[in-house]
């Protein structure tokens, strides 16, 4: 990999030394994970423990007559058949979800997509358990199936959620945000205005590791245990709290080392209902472990956006104002698109890095029968759709005033003094400083140099493309006076405890899938109060050991919870100063604290360590008046406002006239997430996101067919990019710490996801430019740019 980035100061104390807070140190996680000694759910064994298979339906859409379950009750090994209809008995049939909609746990009336939930059969082992689903025989009423989102809403369209009161359409939500007026004005006085249709494809996240869950309820004590793969333990404890109707101290739930989320292990899956469900019934440890295409085709997919993207703008390329429709295909039931008073997530940003005057956007959402739409992929809520519309239209404003893209950004982005910036549609935007972002890109790339060989190229008709996105993302959900998930406001815990030995350890409310807070949140404590990270254990994934708060998603756990370890150890620090004081007999005020120890002011000899006053305040002898013992403290972080990372990304690609394989020969990416906790694990998060959006940009989508299908659901179908399609990333960076954090942190988890597929897409329809191509849609697969190359460059859906 190729990494431009000069070294933070401070990072390193020797190049032979590791990090005493910030900066570059290998992952503590992974001593395990590379020895194969991660403990992921599967791996989770209890004696006794039963195993459950879900029947899901074949179909998309139809009314279910009836289900017999007698054979497979009869099966030897099979200990428990659940239908729909025993879950209605006991008022579990439906769940709420965390969008604050409704979803069948196990189908009753309906089914609404293909492969969704219809019964649960719970046998000695995994593969009894699937051989027994063969041994039910349910009876559907086929109903004709919605499959077309831009046909949903007609008059004669089949009702989906005809479950929910008075619905008499596949109406999800309606929603709007910015001033239609304002914008139309603006419009209409505009010398130039640009419109596109633009699709973002359904995608899926893909995890390595499917979903699944053990539940484990002792009925003696009356507590559930549940070990389950989700982002988001304490929010999930509450719901089935909710659900389950179990008091809430009465369940532990557990996420054990999790193999990849991105956003697909936010939502509740009805098999983690039925586990629970299965071991209240049993007495049993239950087991349930999707495989790899019921992942595909059941758990959340993402994105399915149609947008009509329109750009006013003045002849010398001041952009004025974005106007954009959306019709967003929500599938049977409404998951998790964002915190709940967002229904859209926060596609509102879809204004970008630029000041406009005004802007404007209207989204109608659908029920489809297709699986739940609308969950989060790497995504901060939505941002990959807002970003990827306005990086795009606003290439094709550039393309119409024969501009160079880069200088039409240049001329339109939100200059430094206008932050903490306010955008047309309510964000406030907390620090950015964009010029420095994307010349620093300009100069990886060597932009200049890169026209100049593209024009020799095209002149021997080959095809070349440069492309360039630059993006805003608002991560770090969020003020809980603005955000909640089922009433639960965004914000987080954390509790930091030193030993008297002076090792310490730190409680999360966030946790991880693979994002390294093991090592960076131990580091943010590090930076904070000098005990060094590898003698700080980070305890997250666990109700029972951990405090409250949100999860991970959104990319906000360095937003929040790194906010309040920071803050937490800063408390420590304080009575830790206090407690040095005593020791050294001398005030408070006379303390001087250098990372690691206090020494009297102007007498640097006279000192005391961390670790010194850890013992001290654990063991005999006096402590400073109203000090109690012990090195202690907790708190809990609400944000003030979400935090604003941007970067500069360009791609260059080429394509080969003859096949129309599209080669990512070169990826820029610099990124600004304020201050940088741990580079190497930010470039690690930056080189994956860059490779989902190659995946997302030239091969991932998954299609149905009329029936309602789901076409992508192998592995074989839905194509994922490897180290074979994607170049050696180029990565910098630039530093615009957030005001309101308190160690001035953005997020990073989803940056790149978001800032990638403009800039490929914009590169290919760069190169395509001597066909006359204006637009292609996503995924741009050999055979769509073929088809664009002929000028006929058909929308995907
Ligand atoms: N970091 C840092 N300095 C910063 C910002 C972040 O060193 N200024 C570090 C963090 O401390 C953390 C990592 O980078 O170790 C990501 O931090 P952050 O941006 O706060 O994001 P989260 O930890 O909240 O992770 C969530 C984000 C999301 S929403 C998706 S989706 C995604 C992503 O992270 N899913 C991932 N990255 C993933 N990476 C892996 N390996 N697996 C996933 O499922
Ligand atoms: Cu948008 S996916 Mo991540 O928020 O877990």
Known sequence: ????????????????????????????????????????????????????????????????????????EAHPKVKAVVTGAMLAEKGLAWMPTLSNDVQAVLATDKVRFQGQEVAFVVAEDRYAARDALELIDVEYDILDPVVDVRTALDPDAPVIRDDLEDKKDNHCFDWETGDAAATEAVFAKADVVVSQDIVYPRVHPAPMETCGSVADYDPVDGKLTLWSTTQAPHAHRTLYALVAGLPEHKIRVISPDVGGGFGGKVPIYPGYVCSIVASLVTGKPVKWMEDRSENLTSTGFARDYIMRGEIAATRDGKILAIRTNVLADHGAFNGVAAPVKYPAGFFGVFTGSYDLEAAYCKMTAVYTNKAPGGVAYACSFRITEAVYLVERIVNCLADELDMDPVELRLKNFIKPEQFPYRTK?????????????????????????????????????????????????????????????????????????????????????????????????????????????????????????????LGTYGSRSTPVSGAAAALVARKVRDKARII?????????????????????????????????????????????EGVEGGLEAQICYNPENLTYPHGAYICVVDIDPGTAQVKVRRFIAVDDCGTRINPMIIEGQVHGGLTDGVGMALMEMIPFDEGGNCLGGSLMDYLIPTAVEVPDWETGYTVTPSPHHPIGAKGVGESATVGSPPAIVNAVVDALKPFGVRHADMPLTPSRVWDAMRGNPQPPI
């Open 580 to 624: 040095a004081s005593g020791m050294l007999e001398v005030s408070v005020a006379d303390l001087e604290w250098e990372k690691g120890s206090f020494h009297v002011k102007g007498d640097p000899t006279k000192s005391v360590t961390i670790q010194d006053i850890a013992m001290k305040a654990h063991g005999a002898g006096d402590l400073p």
């Open 425 to 549: 549609t309510g964000w406030v935007y907390d620090s950015g400083n964009y010029e420095p972002t994307m010349r620093k890109a300009m100069e990886i790339a060597g932009y200049e140099q890169l026209r100049r060989e593209q024009v020799e190229k095209r002149a021997r008709g080959e095809l070349m493309g440069i492309g360039v996105s630059f993006f805003t993302e608002a991560v770090g959900a969020g003020p809980r006076k603005d955000m909640d998930i089922l009433g639960l406001g965004m914000a987080d815990g954390c509790e930091l405890r030193v030993h008297p030995t002076g090792k310490a350890v730190v409680r999360l409310s966030v946790q991880t899938q693979g994002q390294g807070h093991e090592t960076t949140f131990a580091q943010i404590v590090a930076e904070e109060i000098g005990i060094p990270p590898d003698d700080i254990e980070v305890v997250h994934g666990d109700t029972d050991q951990t405090p409250f708060g």
């Open 1 to 72: 990999m190729i990494t431009v980035e000069e070294r933070p100061a401070g990072a390193f104390e020797n190049n032979n030394q590791k990090p005493t807070g910030y900066g570059r140190m290998l992952r503590k996680e992974d001593a395990r994970f590379i020895r194969g000694k991660g403990r992921y759910c599967d791996d989770v064994q209890l004696p006794g423990m039963l195993h459950l298979a879900i029947l899901r339906s074949p179909v998309a859409h139809a009314r279910i007559v009836s289900i017999d379950t007698t054979a497979a």
